[in-house]
T-cell receptor, first 115, second 112 residues
């Protein structure tokens, strides 16, 4: 079945540091890939997505590129802020003809940004 | 456009009781999914509804059930609550044929 593997956290960075959170996946065919962010006490917010190979999703300074050859979707940001402190989830979803499929999530990576 | 709304936001129940959680999807979204989030198990899929029909179901016991109404609003019910049912229950909606799901703020259930 489908699966997503994320790097273990927590990741602790100083403000303005470069961020990379690794994500690799296992799936048949060509799923859509997502990054969701969860702030304390809240639900999941869609951060960015990519629907096909070599697509780059971007939002709020975050980027991730759909790499079919390495089955990866690593999240990057050039300069993190304290307000980026949250838990980040990598996920995939592939709709099957006639039925809908669930989102498959990684375990989440907690990011803590300090001044 | 209003986002996904969930009510109530917080609930405290005791073992053996039952609970009903409600979810209103984004206007125009006909697919609603439910997920359970716990520190130990992470995010786990419960079920998905589309046009009042359950289309997909996760690996949860029969105590967990749901339904969807003609206006796409959905409810999930948990009967005979156990301590392990304490979790954040998240609802997500999507448009028909779209893979992107949008999440509500969740209902935090505490079972004592």
């Amino acid at each position: 079945g489908n699966s997503v593997t994320q790097m273990e956290g927590p990741v602790t960075l100083s403000e303005e540091a470069f961020l990379t959170i690794n994500c690799t996946y296992t799936a048949t065919g060509y799923p859509s890939l997502f990054w969701y962010v969860q702030y304390p006490g809240e639900g999941l917010q869609l951060l960015l997505k990519a629907t096909k190979a070599d697509d780059k999703g971007s939002n709020k300074g975050f980027e991730a590129t759909y790499r079919k050859e390495t089955t990866s979707f690593h999240l990057e940001k050039g300069s993190v802020q304290v307000s980026d402190s949250a838990v980040y989830f990598c996920a995939l979803r592939k709709l099957n003809t006639g039925t809908a499929s669930k989102l498959t999530f990684g375990t989440g990576t907690r990011l803590q940004v300090t001044l | 456009k209003a986002g996904v709304t969930q009510t109530p936001r917080y609930l405290i129940k005791t073992r053996g009781q039952q609970v009903t959680l409600s979810c209103s999807p984004i206007s125009g979204h006909r697919s609603v999914s439910w997920y359970q989030q716990t520190p130990g198990q992470g995010l786990q899929f419960l079920f998905e509804y589309f046009s009042e029909t359950q289309r997909n179901k996760g690996n949860f016991p029969g105590r967990f059930s749901g339904r969807q109404f003609s206006n796409s609003r959905s409810e999930m019910n948990v009967s005979t609550l156990e301590l392990g049912d304490s979790a954040l229950y998240l609802c997500a909606s999507s448009m028909a044929g779209e893979e992107t799901q949008y999440f509500g703020p969740g209902t935090r259930l505490l079972v004592l």
